[in-house]
């Protein structure tokens, strides 16, 4: 268990690495994932990353941030699911519903991501419209960690990827996850009432 100074300490050397190799558009999506993350999960991250040694240590080989949601080793809100990814929502959103669909497998560029995938952001993105009510909702694939991921970020006045970010309470989360994770009855059609005017019936013959 890192103490909370190692912990500050290493998440600065996390982030001096992400400043100095990530492309710039990339930079603020992948410290916000650092700062986001408590104690716990990040200590899991390095180790999953083998940037410390477990007490357990595996010979398994290296495991991104994503991959360990997916796995369920790292809390997520998750509000959809389908065979090939997961909709989480994100800690650190834009914009409230700011949601990531996570391919369960590591996927390294957009070309690879199934229609699976791109099923699951539309049905989200869909959702996400008739509860929440943005302007618009914009879809940004990113790779972070070597894992190819869609944000899906509703739009409600001028947001974009690179506006300021706000740390989302449990208790919020939990809100919205339960908001948008509802089961939408099917729309019942009124029963069409029989009479003179709708039904042709022949004439009796006498």
């Known amino acids: 268990m890192?103490?909370?100074?190692?912990?500050?300490?290493?998440?600065?050397?996390?982030?001096q690495q992400i400043e100095s190799t990530f492309?710039?558009?990339?930079?603020?999506?992948?410290?916000?994932?650092?700062?986001?993350?408590?104690a716990d999960e990040f200590e899991e991250f390095l180790k999953q990353n083998n940037l410390i040694k477990s007490q357990q240590e595996s010979s398994g080989g290296q495991q991104c941030i994503f991959c360990s949601i997916v796995f369920g080793d790292i809390q997520s809100y998750k509000i959809g699911e389908n065979e090939k990814a997961i909709a989480i929502l994100e800690i650190n959103p834009?914009?409230?519903?700011?949601?990531?669909?996570?391919?369960?497998?590591?996927i390294g560029s957009p070309e690879k991501l199934s229609a699976e995938v791109q099923e699951l952001s539309k049905e989200v993105s869909d959702k996400i419209k008739r509860c929440l009510n943005p302007k618009e909702i914009a879809m940004h694939p990113l790779n972070l960690f070597g894992h190819e991921i869609i944000?899906?970020?509703?739009?409600?006045?001028?947001?974009?990827?690179?506006?300021?970010?706000?740390?989302?309470?449990?208790?919020?989360?939990?809100?919205?996850?339960?908001?948008?994770?509802?089961?939408?009855?099917?729309?019942?059609?009124?029963?069409?009432?029989?009479?003179?005017?709708?039904?042709?019936?022949?004439?009796?013959?006498p």
């Open 2 to 15: 890192l103490s909370q100074e190692q912990v500050d300490s290493l998440k600065k050397q996390v982030i």
């Open 23 to 38: 492309p710039e558009d990339k930079k603020e999506m992948a410290k916000s994932q650092i700062e986001s993350m408590n």
């Open 94 to 106: 834009v914009s409230k519903g700011h949601t990531l669909i996570v391919p369960k497998e590591h």
């Open 151 to 205: 944000n899906i970020l509703p739009v409600y006045e001028n947001e974009t990827l690179n506006s300021q970010r706000n740390r989302a309470s449990e208790e919020e989360l939990q809100k919205l996850q339960k908001e948008l994770s509802k089961k939408e009855p099917l729309e019942k059609k009124p029963k069409e009432e029989i009479n003179e005017k709708n039904t042709w019936l022949p004439k009796r013959i």
